[in-house]
T-cell receptor, first 118, second 118 residues
Framework: AQKVTQAQTEISVVEKEDVTLDCVYE???????LFWYKQPPSGELVFLIR??????QNEISGRYSWNFQKSTSSFNFTITASQVVDSAVYFC???????????????FGQGTRLTINP | EPEVTQTPSHQVTQMGQEVILRCVPI?????FYWYRQILGQKVEFLVS????????KSEIFDDQFSVERPDGSNFTLKIRSTKLEDSAMYFC????????????????FGAGSRLTVL
């Protein structure tokens, strides 16, 4: 069965600090996709990134970067020079590749509540 | 930017009552989903819907739940007889098919409908 673990329930840092959110996953599939979503105080889930299991290149987008390590089944998310607006709950999620197209099931982690203090 | 809209944003109901949550997915999307998030917990998959039928459902999605796409734009979740444990935030999502890659769909989520069962 698939499982996503975000061991950090809450993180609180001061603005401008770097912070890393951990994500560890379990799957028996060889082809799968990993996602990060952000849930700001307004409540919606905002897509941040998708990574497939064959692409282990790290990705950087502005102050955000993602480190995918298949050997440790981890897909960690780092925010550099954090800002107050980064305060949110961040979810890591896993989706397996389905033979029957159309069925998309995301398995989410518990989420990490990130608070950036001014 | 296109978005998924959900109504109502908050509904309070008595145990045993029927509830219908409504969603308007993004117009060119083909796949539709409902997820739920019990307060403080992870986001959980309920059901996926494609080509006018359920493509997958979770164990949570029992006979009390049903989904429908009554016209070309709305996608509804009905809970026939609500229980206290149905209190949660319900998220609708939609996606296009990601170039034929099963499992790679990026889901766009709505802002959620908070259901409180008393």
């Amino acid at each position: 069965a698939q499982k996503v673990t975000q061991a950090q329930t809450e993180i609180s840092v001061v603005e401008k600090e770097d912070v890393t959110l951990d994500c560890v996953y379990e799957t028996r599939d060889t082809t799968y996709y990993l996602f990060w979503y952000k849930q700001p105080p307004s409540g919606e889930l905002v897509f941040l990134i998708r990574r497939n299991s064959f692409d282990e290149q790290n990705e950087i987008s502005g102050r955000y970067s993602w480190n995918f390590q298949k050997s440790t089944s981890s897909f960690n998310f780092t925010i550099t020079a954090s800002q107050v607006v980064d305060s949110a709950v961040y979810f890591c999620a896993l989706s397996e590749a389905r033979i029957v197209q159309g069925a998309q099931k995301l398995v989410f982690g518990q989420g990490t509540r990130l608070t950036i203090n001014p | 930017e296109p978005e998924v809209t959900q109504t109502p944003s908050h509904q309070v109901t008595q145990m045993g009552q029927e509830v219908i949550l409504r969603c308007v997915p993004i117009s060119n999307h083909l796949y539709f989903y409902w997820y739920r998030q019990i307060l403080g917990q992870k986001v959980e998959f309920l059901v996926s819907f494609y080509n006018n039928e359920i493509s997958e459902k979770s164990e949570i999605f029992d006979d009390q739940f049903s989904v429908e796409r009554p016209d070309g734009s709305n996608f509804t979740l009905k809970i026939r007889s609500t229980k206290l444990e149905d209190s949660a935030m319900y998220f609708c999502a939609s996606s296009v098919r990601a170039g034929g890659m099963p499992g790679a769909n990026v889901l766009t989520f709505g802002a959620g409908s908070r259901l409180t069962v008393l």
